[in-house]
């Protein structure tokens, strides 16, 4: 199989490259990424001179140079990683997020459409579902539950979504989609809420918990997620969505508070700030569709994920003082001086 990875210089799309190599030595990888500010080489660094990988440089909006690349390829699947991926960010400034994730999306659909693929599978999000309340544990968004995306990441993800499924109905495209909750690991931009709270703790600098740290997100090792989109992109049906979750929720307080156990840090770095606009309560996906039609299963406990995670932002302080020493630096100046 020749397999395309559009983002795969972002977190879970090298942490997915890395799953491919490993698993399925007899496909061949191409990376196609923009290396916007959270895309990075150095994520990639061991699959770089790996036989059976090749890394273009390039944006999916770009019609003509991912036309060529399909061209030069012929692929067999596509998975489309590539996104503008941080809510706060789509706060500031939407337009970017519509243009990548929307547009973006649709450029690989017409080329899958003129080219011809196997497969093409979109990576989405459990935040195209909006919202639970934090009091009602019986609920989970399943599959079926109506797009309400509340900001406009998750609003330019459902978008995708439905273009893809549009796709699958007019042209017949196979497409699958999967909605994963929230992914924490190794090569995480610190910006999001785990990597922020374990580089700050470590420079003993405040943590700054939106509201009163109560809203919940549904926690997956990024590994498991890996695993999910490998089968369903292989094995799902075409025109199917799949939710992937592993049933562990946590409230933000608690992850920050574990987060700084772990690192041995006092709980007075912990600062509350000014809540996020439109700030998605609860998260918590129905995992029975893939679970008894796939197999899949989450294989990494919370607590043993965590401490692997912290220890890989311990044992490669150079990749995320890199990171925090160039324009991320201007980004958290901005974005929480107002806070
Ligand atoms: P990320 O921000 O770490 O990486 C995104 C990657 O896409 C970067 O390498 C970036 O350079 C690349 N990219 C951005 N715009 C591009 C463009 N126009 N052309 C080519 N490449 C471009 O994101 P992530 O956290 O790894 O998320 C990957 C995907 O998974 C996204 O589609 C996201 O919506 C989805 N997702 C993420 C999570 C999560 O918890 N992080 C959960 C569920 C779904
Ligand atoms: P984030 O990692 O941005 O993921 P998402 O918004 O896509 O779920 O945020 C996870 C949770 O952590 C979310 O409820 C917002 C909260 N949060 C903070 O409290 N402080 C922070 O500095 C950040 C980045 C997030």
Same mark, same amino acid.
């Given at each position: 199989m020749n397999i395309l990875v559009t983002g795969g210089a972002g977190f879970i799309g090298s942490n997915f490259i890395y799953y491919q190599l490993k698993n399925h030595p007899d496909d061949r990888i191409v990376c196609l990424d923009?290396?916007?500010?959270?895309? !990075?080489l150095a994520n990639l660094e061991s699959a %770089? !001179?790996?036989? +059976?990988f090749r890394f273009v440089k390039g944006d999916i909006t770009d019609r003509a140079c991912v036309f060529k690349l399909f061209e030069e390829e012929k692929f067999d699947i596509v998975a489309n990683f590539a996104a503008e991926s941080h809510v706060d960010r789509s706060v500031e400034n939407p337009g970017v997020f519509l243009h990548t994730n929307v547009f973006g999306t649709q450029v690989l659909l017409d080329a899958c459409r003129q080219y011809g693929v196997k497969r093409f599978h979109q990576v989405s999000?459990? /935040? *195209?579902?909006g919202d639970l309340p934090?009091?009602?544990?019986?609920l989970f968004f399943t /599959? +079926? +539950?109506? %797009?309400?995306? +509340? $900001?406009p990441y998750s609003a330019s993800k459902a978008a995708a979504d439905l273009l893809a499924l549009a796709y699958y109905r007019t042209?017949? *495209?196979p497409v699958t989609i999967s909605r994963c909750s929230n992914n924490y690991g190794?090569?995480?931009?610190?910006?999001? %809420?785990i990597p922020l709270m374990i580089t700050r703790a470590l420079n003993d600098q405040s943590l700054p918990v939106y509201g009163k740290g109560e809203n919940i997100r549904d926690w997956l090792y990024v590994e498991d997620h890996c695993a999910a989109v490998d089968l369903v992109m292989r094995s799902g049906r075409a025109g199917e969505v799949y939710n992937i979750g592993g049933h562990n929720e946590k409230s933000n307080i608690e992850i920050v508070k574990l987060i700084l156990k772990i690192l041995g840090k006092?709980? $007075? %770095?912990i600062t509350f700030v000014a809540d996020r606009p439109g700030h998605d309560l609860r998260y918590a996906i129905d995992n029975t569709k893939i679970t008894s039609e796939l197999g899949w299963s989450p294989q990494t406990e919370f607590e043993d994920g965590l401490q692997k995670t912290v220890q890989w932002y311990l044992n490669n302080r150079s990749w995320w003082e890199n990171i925090l020493a160039g324009e991320y630096k201007n980004y958290y100046e901005r974005m929480y001086a107002r806070r």
């Open positions: 923009a290396l916007t500010y959270a895309g !990075n %770089l !001179n790996h036989p +059976s999000t459990d /935040e *195209v579902y934090i009091d009602r544990k019986d /599959e +079926s +539950s109506p %797009l309400r995306a +509340s $900001s042209y017949q *495209v190794p090569y995480h931009f610190p910006e999001k %809420l006092p709980e $007075s %770095l």
